[in-house]
């Protein structure tokens, strides 16, 4: 039977590089860019350490992948887990809108280690990473917004998305990429309830994401058999983990409808759910010449999603968890206008911005609940001291496909991660962009470190 699960089975195993679109590969050209920034700047976070010293601990001294950013080697496995880890510590990777999902740092890191392993070519990886993104984003909608309420999606559909990726680039049959998708689905994980405490399971999700579908490939490579309809199964992934599982959603327009360019870029690095609004209320700063004195109190209206996940975190105890409070978010953006990994690090516990967190609000609104997940729409209504009212609203905030990253601003973006806590300099951050732009012409998957 041609059912949705083995129409997206097929998709995943036969996809060749010339039948994506060209705009495609560049969009995932510039996601793999973006996301090693990433990488470069979670790697100095304690979480990140901590799973690095594991792997050191477990894994072998040597091997065929690289962590990065040292170019320290190790099993592909290991490496997949270190710096899946990183490429989702500091809030700067992708999302895409209507699965609630980012595939970059679940998708990149299994396939560049992979890809490192097996030396495959640089069009080979890069169709492998559309298999991961466009499989991963489908399985993500296929769950739907009542299991994103419970479960962090990145870390159960990216542990398809890891395998569909690996699985790609192994070469797997369908049969095998079916196995490969039991195996993963079978041990897809990771619950929101980490945010209550500001815990470090979030790094976890997705070290264990890519390092789970890494090894469903893998094992299905040496025809270790998993479930056959992890999806659509009784007692699969859609009645486990959703309350309107949509088996339609997982073979949405298959070859033709590419998800990879719904994928938005993270402007601000914080919680996608605060954009909409940071974005609202600093057109309103703009656009009214205000100062931070002159804001009483401002109002962010948002869709039922945002309330469920920033409603967890009241006063944020670390900066990580602060980036998940919309208070703490609109107080940076008030004061620096721009939410950067360095304006979060100077204000936790910044008088000035815990006060302005005092004034902001969230409220339900039905209009912009009805419109997401497809949309993400911000609006903010601000007081001022003097007694005036502002509303403003954003369609689509900076980093939407509509309102995408030009290269240049993605080069930006990168140079200031790689440059994070002195990770890196501005000289290899040149070298790996013109690297990674040429990547369609390597016969080789080492980053030039």
């Not at 793999?32 to 477990?58: C, H, M, N, W």
């Not at 999603?305 to 670390?318: E, F, R, S, Y």
Request: proline share 4%; net charge negative.
């Amino acid at each position: 039977m041609n059912t949705a699960t083995q129409q997206l089975i097929n998709f995943a195993a036969t996809l060749t590089f010339d039948a994506i679109p060209d705009e495609v590969i560049s969009r995932c050209e510039d996601l793999f860019l973006d996301t090693l920034g990433s990488i470069y700047a979670g790697s100095t976070e304690r979480p990140v350490k901590t799973i690095l010293d594991f792997a050191t601990t477990q894994g072998p001294a040597t091997g065929l992948s690289q962590i990065l950013p040292s170019g320290q080697t190790t099993s592909p496995l290991f490496a997949a887990m270190v710096n899946a880890a990183a490429a989702h510590m500091v809030e700067q990777d992708d999302l895409h809108n209507s699965s609630v999902f980012h595939p970059a740092c679940v998708v990149f890191p299994p396939a560049l280690a992979i890809a490192q392993a097996i030396q495959a070519s640089g069009k080979d990886f890069l169709t492998a990473c559309v298999v991961g993104y466009e499989v991963g984003i489908r399985v993500g909608e296929f769950l739907g917004e009542s299991h994103y309420k419970v479960f962090h999606t990145t870390a159960t559909a990216g542990t398809i998305a890891a395998a569909a990726a690996v699985g790609h680039l192994l070469k797997l049959s369908p049969s095998q990429m079916a196995h490969a998708f039991g195996s993963a689905g079978t041990q897809a994980a990771g619950l929101w309830e980490f945010l209550l405490t500001g815990a470090d399971s979030k790094q976890l999700h997705t070290a264990k994401a890519a390092a789970n579908g890494l090894m469903a490939a893998l094992l299905a490579q040496q025809d270790f058999t998993g479930a056959s309809d992890i999806f659509e199964g009784t007692r699969g992934m859609g009645v486990a983990f959703s309350k309107a599982a949509d088996a339609t959603r997982l073979c949405d327009r298959l070859g033709s409808r590419w998800a990879l360019l719904e994928t938005s870029f993270k402007y601000h690095a914080s919680c996608r759910h605060t954009h909409p609004a940071a974005d609202a209320l600093l057109s309103l700063i703009q656009q009214h010449q205000l100062k931070v004195a002159d804001i009483q109190q401002v109002t962010a209206h948002v869709h039922q999603a945002a309330i469920d996940v920033l409603g967890m975190v009241d006063i944020p105890t670390t900066v990580h968890q602060s980036k998940f409070s919309m208070g703490t978010v609109l107080g940076v953006i008030a004061h620096y206008g721009f939410a950067g990994l360095e304006e979060f690090d100077n204000s936790l516990h910044d008088p000035r911005i815990e006060d302005f967190r005092q004034k902001v609000t969230m409220v339900f609104d039905e209009e912009i609940n009805h419109a997401f997940p497809t949309q993400w729409i911000g609006k903010v209504t601000v007081q001022t001291t003097a007694g005036a009212h502002y509303t403003g609203s954003v369609i689509e905030p900076k980093g939407d496909p509509g309102n995408t990253l030009s290269r240049k601003e993605i080069e930006q973006k990168v140079k200031r991660l790689m440059q994070y806590r002195q990770v890196s300099t501005e000289a290899t951050a040149d070298t790996i962009i013109d690297w990674v732009w040429a990547l369609r012409q390597q016969s080789s998957l080492s980053l030039p470190l």
